[in-house]
Every structure is written in C-alpha cells, then in structure tokens.
C-alpha cells in the first residue's frame, strides 16, 4: 500500500512544482532557464511517465486529457499573472510532451516485463494480462 501513496504524492508533488513555477512572476529566479518550448515539452514527457505511476489504471486517452486542460489552465491563469502571458505555443509543447511520455509508458510496459510489474504493482490489473 505505500507503494501506491508514494506513486500519488509523488505525482501531486509535481503538480504544485508546475503550478508554482507556472504561475510564478518570474520561474527564472527558482530554475534556470534555457529552451522555453524544449522546457515544455520534457516536463510534461515526466509528468506522463508520472502520472502513469500514479494513476496506472486511468487509460492513456484519460491520463493525457488530465495533463492536457492541466496544461491549458495554467497557460489561462498566466494571461491574469503579469508579466506572464498565454502561449498556444506552450500547449503545443506541453501536449506534445505528454504524447511522447504515454508512448515511452507503453512501450516500456508492452516490451519490459519488469517496468509492467512495478507500474501495476498493488493494483487490480493482473500482470499477466498487460
């Protein structure tokens, strides 16, 4: 059972991570900053791979719908938190990002007998049946 706990908050603690450095006035002055988009889109690829520990019986189409509107949300709230402004292009990146870390989830669970038990470990999904 901690196990599980452990796969949530580690995933919740992301959460806040990105919600505090989306929203934040000035990210630069907590982590440096280097490609905006590539930024982007490697955080979400973690936050897939993350969520997919945390919620590993959510399908692929749920987990990346979360992090999806997650997404959206804090690009909207930045248009009201000067001087942060809304980007499409963020999205873009974000969802891309997701995409890419749901495959990299699959791939590894459909070809990595190991990473498939560890994911599902203490849940109701069989092993076998992955």
Request: proline share 5%.
């Amino acid at each position: 059972m901690l196990w599980r706990y452990l796969c949530l908050l580690q995933f919740y603690v992301l959460l806040v991570i990105y919600t505090y450095l989306g929203l934040t006035p000035h990210p630069e002055n907590s982590i440096p900053v280097f490609n905006d988009l590539l930024m982007h889109f490697a955080g979400y690829s973690v936050a897939a791979i993350s969520i997919s520990f945390a919620r590993p019986t959510w399908t692929l189409w749920r987990r990346a719908s979360f992090l999806v509107i997650f997404s959206i949300g804090i690009e909207v709230a930045q248009h009201f938190n000067p001087p942060r402004t809304f980007s499409g292009m963020d999205i873009v990146a974000n969802t891309t990002g997701v995409i890419l870390g749901l495959i990299i989830v699959t791939l590894l669970t459909k070809y990595i007998s190991p990473f498939a038990k560890l994911l599902y470990w203490k849940t109701s999904i069989q092993q076998g049946n992955n």
